[in-house]
C-alpha cells in the first residue's frame, strides 16, 4: 500500500521523530552527538528552518521544527539523515552502497511527523514539554536539563545557537523571565503515561530464546576505533557542540556532566 501524502501547511509547527534502524543504540557515543548538532547547524543554513524543540537519545532523535517553505520538511528530513549517516557510518566503520543504502542501514526508512497550527498553543506547548521530558520519562535523568536537549535554554533563557523559543512560550507572561518560571512549573506537571503491558501470545515463550541467539552488540556498545578517524576533532563541531550543551546542561560552567538532578 502506498504511503499517503503528506499535506504541508504554512504556519504549521512539526513534531518529528526519527530513529535508528531496528532501533539500535548508535547514537551513545558523545562524538555522533556533537557531529549531529553540527548537522543540525549546517542544514539550518542551507533550509532556513526554525528548530523549537531537540532531543537526541541514545536510539533515537525528537525534532519540532517550522519549515520556511512547507514543503520543504522532507528535504530537510533527507537531508539530515543522509548526511549524519554519512557521518556515522564513517565513524562506526560501517559500509553500504550507494547513499540511500547507507541513509537506511542508520536510521529507519520512514521517520513519524505530526503538524499543528502555531496558534494551538496548547498543543505546543505540550509537545514541547514531552520532547523535553523525554530522558526524564527513560529514566536517565531525574530532572529536565539533559546535555543533548534545548530544555536549558527555557529555563535560564540561554542561547544555543540552534534552537528558538515557540511563540506558545512567549505568550506565557508579560516577560521573558514569567515565560520561564510558567514553563518551568509547567514542566513539573508531567506524568509520563504507563507503557502498555506486553501481552501474551503463541509462541511469546518460545521468541525470545530465538532472538538472544547469537545476539551481536550494537555499534553503540561496541569498542570503536575512535583515534584512526575522529570526525570531533574538527573545531567547528565543537564549537557547534560546546555552545549547545553549556546552554542546555545542568551546570553550564561544566559540560558533558552527565546525569544531575535538575
Known amino acids: 500500500m502506498a504511503r499517503p501524502k503528506c499535506n504541508f501547511q504554512s504556519g ?6 526519527t530513529r535508528c534502524n531496528n532501533r539500535e543504540f548508535r547514537l551513545t557515543r558523545l562524538e555522533c552527538r556533537e557531529v549531529f548538532l553540527y ?3 549546517k542544514a539550518q543554513e542551507k533550509y532556513q528552518f526554525k528548530l523549537y524543540a531537540l532531543c537526541i537519545m541514545s536510539n533515537h532523535v525528537h525534532y519540532l521544527l517550522e519549515p520556511k517553505q512547507p514543503e520543504d520538511l522532507p528535504k530537510i528530513m533527507h537531508w539530515l539523515n543522509w548526511y ?4 556515522f557510518n564513517r565513524m562506526l566503520n560501517r559500509t553500504g552502497h550507494g547513499s540511500t543504502s547507507l541513509t537506511t542501514s542508520f536510521w529507519e526508512k520512514r521517520y513519524h511527523s505530526t503538524g499543528f497550527a502555531n496558534t494551538d498553543k496548547r498543543r ?13 520519562a527513560a529514566g536517565i535523568q531525574q530532572g529536565f536539563f ?5 530544555y536549558g535554554t527555557h529555563d535560564r533563557l540561554s542561547s544555543d545557537g540552534i534552537t528558538q523559543w ?17 514553563y518551568r512549573q509547567f514542566c513539573k506537571k508531567y506524568r509520563p503515561k504507563p507503557k502498555p503491558e506486553k501481552r501474551n501470545h503463541w509462541g511469546s515463550r518460545f521468541l525470545p530464546s530465538l532472538k538472544n541467539k547469537g545476539k551481536k552488540k550494537s555499534p553503540g556498545q561496541m569498542s570503536l576505533p575512535w583515534d584512526k578517524q575522529r570526525v570531533t576533532e574538527d573545531t567547528e563541531v565543537q564549537e557547534v557542540a560546546e555552545k549547545f550543551i553549556q546552554a542546555n546542561c545542568y551546570n553550564p560552567a561544566v559540560p558533558g556532566i552527565g546525569i544531575r538532578e535538575g
Not at 504549521?12 to 521523530?17: A, L, N
Not at 549524519?84 to 557521518?87: E, G, R, V
Not at 505546543?124 to 526524564?136: D, E, S
Open 12 to 17: 504549521f509547527s512539526y513534531h518529528i521523530t
Open 166 to 182: 515557540h511563540l506558545a512560550f512567549l505568550l506565557l507572561g508579560r516577560t521573558l523571565s514569567e515565560c520561564a518560571a510558567r
Open 146 to 150: 539533559y546535555d543533548f536537549s534545548n
Open 124 to 136: 505546543a506547548l505540550n509537545t514541547l514539554r514531552y520532547i523535553h521530558a523525554n530522558p526524564k
Open 39 to 41: 548537522a543540525i547547524k
Open 84 to 87: 549524519t549517516a554519512m557521518c
